[in-house]
């Protein structure tokens, strides 16, 4: 009997855990609109700067922001899995491939934010599902350590300096299908130097000739700033603001740009399809968006010391931060890198990946 | 002639006919309710979502039945890197090794902490529980920081630069240090349990020590062995974290699920191949049941024995000692990195001394510490009596579906965290299970991913134990449920307790079958840890872990006493002075 009761006991516990998770309290925003109190996201952030800006969102509109943190893959995988009864009411952060994906699924919910007007056109989603938040430029972060010591070999600033044969086991690159980082690298090879064109035989021995310095291709799009970092790789093929961050640490990291041309990655947000969200959800959901895409929430991106570059031109941006305008940047087709994307990554696979080129370590 | 070829003392219950059991059940209420509510639990928690996984992994995008993707994971060269049959066989491989390694020093360990007087027994029985308590991606940083090809070891000290510490060496090192505690749990219950009578018999009839070992010890504690080696080799199949890290080129099936999963959005490529992990994990459970099952391990007999001395000769303890130091220098150098990096600004940078990590994780870490041990402090015990009940009821009861009880226990254990993750998440997620969100599907997952420890333990343990204990307390005219707190769970008080603490831990530090069912409310520590080390915050992440270290050994000391308070046995010879008083009440 005591054991009964026990189990009871623990189901009645947790039973009063679930009872207490929906709280639809509302408050009144400036225009006596009706707003959710609390706001639940996914987001693809990273976590420590988080507190920044859903700090910066609480002080201004009064809306606390509950969340789970996922990596990009993680977030589509569970928002499709929720599809029914979804949980959340935005998702936050992450490249726009996931979110030209996830609208293509009836995952999104249209909302276009007026503060699109001080954001340029070209990174506007045309569709009007999701809208832009930051910027960043593929770069290479280098060991300078390394390159103190092998002073043979230059610090690459172009993508045919990686494949220097000195820097041979020393570059690190994600797997295209495990990190969205790594598939936005290998689309803008594919764009500079194959013009879309995925069979084009040229991209492909270059892309072969890169493989023979790439030890192995890590499964987190944040392992080769790290691993440049650590030493482990002498060139880690990343996002700026990845490198940036570390080196803000005190790792010996230099961060240089492909002067032939580079891709860029365009973090996005957006309103899920939530038929469960409520009026005052949506609205709120909306005026997060709207604080996100502002003068004064792009210029938070200065204050969590992210390295992001805003997209509105209203924005300052943090000193020293390297912008777009000042690098040669190419025209990347994210909506064709988000349509290609399965047939790229097998090809990928099969010509440059595959058992042949498995390297003894 | 060996201890094992004893005739087996078949359980009469055995023998009976299947329409008989029915009728026994019958008769004993508690006991078919308690089967029936085992068997309901097991149906929801594992059969329902392995079933949404079959589905996902069958149906194709136009939602008619298809067996293609298997056929073309089996068959085809491409796809996935290198390919998925090398990728199966990497990860046999790989389970096969770490398998044998994490045993063999579990049972070192749990041979010297259980049968020798060797000194500081106490000592290394806290170290065999260091390496699961904390999150594992954690041991794979500390191996880079010391081997890497900056390391502390491999360039630091022997200027060497081109290390390549990625891939399966690196691999069986990290994996045989997290997995051998699992072992160790599992061996010292039953090396504990073996009666000191047998060995003595042996030795008194003039056998050596390392005659009575291998002849008598060794064959006796070989349940311990198998089960250790299951289990360590299932959680190396399933393990993502450490190859996920540190697998180089070296790809795994349960990397390979996440890759396609989370990278391809391919849940359908994923769940087939959890569905082919769980071919080996599920053959090697047979086989151990199978086997297991034709030889008698009874030495526990309820017959008076006598304390007697243990192993002590020095040419054993010695070299037992000096085995044990050497894998404690090891765990020690590897946590020790780890120790150093959260008190330090910038792990491999800045050694200046801070404490302000530490800072952060009781802030802006604290409501995921809470969350993590509250679901953990629920979970540990409702897995840790689950598990024995089921033990109990494999073992010794004869009812219509019992080793199909013991399989589909063993299922959510066996398959990739991520998988088990999509096959809760899409279970749960609707009415009238609509539990997506809330702190039960975490406890669900916990308690039924951690549970065959328990039930492991507990059968090991069971096995060694003669029915007649219990058949002396039946006669007595105690119920089963009666039998089974009073005689049972104190007899198994080490298994249980082992059962407890894995849980407990287990769900402290779960890291990739959480991933889908994390909300804002429930985030957990792990996930934290995860996230601070995707963002370069190593040593953030480092004090994260040492916080976390520090409350597990905490709750195993607090688990410790309250099994030790609760299945202290009752019954005990009663004193004179207890005898003289009932007589005199007696006269009166």
Request: hydrophobic share 45%; glycine share 8%.
């Amino acid at each position: 009997m005591k054991r009964i009761a026990i189990c009871a006991a623990a189901t009645a516990l947790a039973l009063t855990f679930s009872a207490c998770s929906s709280s639809s309290d509302t408050i009144k925003d400036a225009d006596g609109n009706e707003v959710a109190k609390e706001l639940t996201i996914y987001t693809a952030m990273s976590e420590d700067e988080l507190p920044t800006y859903f700090g910066g969102f609480e002080k201004a509109t009064g809306i606390k922001v509950n969340y789970v943190r996922l990596s990009a893959g993680e977030m589509v995988t569970r928002i499709e899995g929720e599809k029914e009864n979804p949980q959340a009411t935005l998702a936050y952060a992450g490249a726009s491939d996931a979110y030209i994906q996830m609208a293509a699924e009836g995952l999104l919910s249209k909302y276009a934010s007026p503060e699109l007007a001080n954001i340029p056109d070209q990174y506007k989603d045309p569709d009007g599902y999701w809208n832009p938040i930051y910027v960043g430029a593929i770069s290479f972060a280098c060991n300078k350590d390394w390159f103190d010591k092998h002073t043979d070999v230059a610090i690459p600033q172009s993508w045919d300096d990686l494949t220097n044969p000195g820097l041979k086991g020393m570059v690190g690159m994600a797997h295209p299908s495990t990190a969205g980082t790594s598939y936005t690298v290998l689309a803008t090879i594919m764009q500079l130097k194959g013009g879309k064109n995925i069979d084009d035989a040229d991209t492909w021995a270059y892309l072969k000739k890169l493989n023979e310095n790439v030890p192995q291709y890590s499964k987190a799009g944040s392992a080769p700033a790290q691993d440049a970092a650590m030493g482990e790789a002498a060139v880690g093929i990343t996002f700026a603001h990845d490198a940036l961050k570390i080196k803000a640490k005190g790792y010996p990291l230099e961060v240089t740009f492909p002067n032939d041309g580079t891709g860029d990655e365009l973090g996005a947000v957006a309103l899920l399809n939530n038929p469960n969200a409520s009026e005052a959800d949506i609205a709120a959901g909306k005026k997060f968006i709207d604080y996100m895409l502002s003068k004064e929430g792009q210029e938070l991106y200065i204050d969590s010391a992210s390295y992001r570059v805003p997209v509105n031109t209203q924005a300052k941006v943090a000193d020293g931060l390297v912008t777009l305008d000042q690098l040669k940047i190419i025209d990347y087709d994210a909506k064709w890198a988000a349509q290609t994307k399965k047939e790229l990554v097998a090809k990928f696979q099969e010509i440059v990946d595959n058992g042949q080129n498995v390297k003894t370590s | 002639m060996t201890a094992t070829a004893l005739p087996a003392a078949d359980p009469p219950k055995l023998k009976m006919k299947q329409g008989n059991n029915l009728a026994m059940l019958i008769r004993q209420p508690v006991l078919l309710v308690t089967i029936l509510l085992v068997f309901a639990v097991l149906f929801i928690f594992v059969v329902l979502p392995m079933i949404t996984v079959f589905q996902l992994s069958f149906t194709t995008e136009e939602g008619g039945f298809s067996i293609q993707p298997l056929i073309d994971i089996l068959t085809s060269d491409k796809g996935g890197y290198p390919s998925y049959r090398a990728t199966f066989w990497n990860s046999m491989l790989l389970g096969v090794i770490v398998a044998i390694c994490a045993t063999a020093v579990g049972y070192l360990f749990a041979f010297a902490t259980t049968r020798t007087e060797m000194r500081g027994k106490r000592f290394f029985d806290l170290v065999a529980t260091l390496p699961i308590i904390s999150p594992p991606f954690v041991l794979s940083l500390s191996i880079i920081f010391l081997f890497g090809k900056q390391g502390m070891i491999t360039n630091g000290m022997f200027g060497i630069d081109d290390f390549e510490v990625k891939g399966l060496g690196g691999l069986v090192l990290v994996q045989s240090l997290s997995f051998f505690p699992v072992a160790y749990l599992t061996l010292r219950g039953i090396l504990e349990s073996i009666d000191d009578s047998v060995e003595d018999a042996a030795f008194s009839m003039g056998a050596s020590r390392g005659h009575i070992f291998r002849t008598v010890t060794l064959p006796l504690s070989l349940p311990g062995i198998i089960s250790a080696v299951l289990l360590v080799f299932i959680q190396s199949l399933e393990d993502f974290s450490n190859p996920a890290v540190i697998g180089g080129g070296y790809s795994t099936l349960a990397v390979e699920a996440y890759r396609v999963i989370t990278g391809m959005n391919d849940t359908i490529t994923g769940g087939m191949l959890a569905i082919i992990l769980l071919l080996p994990t599920v053959a090697a459970y047979l086989f151990q049941k199978y086997w297991l099952r034709k030889k008698s391990f009874v030495t526990v007999s309820g017959k008076p024995t006598q304390v007697r001395r243990k192993l002590h000769e020095k040419h054993i303890v010695y070299p037992l000692f000096a085995a044990c130091a050497i894998v404690t220098a090891l765990v020690f150098m590897f946590y020790g990195t780890v120790l150093f990096g959260a008190f330090v600004k910038v792990w491999g940078i800045n050694y200046e001394f801070t404490l302000e990590h530490f800072a952060y994780v009781f802030t802006l870490g604290a409501d995921a510490l809470l969350n993590s041990v509250e679901l953990a402090a629920i979970s540990a015990p409702i897995g840790g009596v689950l598990g024995m009940v089921i033990a109990y009821l494999t073992v010794r009861q004869r009812f219509p579906g019992r080793k199909l009880m013991a399989i589909s226990s063993m299922l959510t254990f066996a398959i990739p965290g991520i998988v088990a993750s999509i096959g809760f998440m899409y279970t749960f997620n609707h009415q009238p299970l609509l539990l997506q969100g809330t702190a039960i599907i975490l406890v669900a997952m916990f308690t039924f991913r951690n549970i065959p420890v328990a039930i492991e333990s507990g059968t090991t343990t069971l096995l060694s134990i003669d029915p007649c204990i219990e058949e002396a307390s039946t006669i007595s005219g105690a119920d089963t449920g009666y039998t089974f707190r009073r005689v049972i769970l104190p007899m198994r008080r080490n298994a249980f307790f082992s059962g407890l603490v894995y849980s407990f831990v287990r769900a402290m530090t779960a890291v990739s079958a959480i991933i889908f069912l994390i909300s804002p409310k429930w985030s957990l520590a792990t996930s934290k840890v995860f996230a601070l080390f995707e963002s370069s915050k190593f040593s953030e992440a480092a004090a994260f872990v040492m916080v976390l270290i520090v409350i597990i050994f905490i709750a195993i000391g607090v688990i410790q006493t309250i099994v030790n308070i609760l299945l202290k046995p009752k019954a005990k010879a009663p004193e004179a002075a207890e005898i003289k008083l009932a007589l005199s009440e007696g006269e009166k």
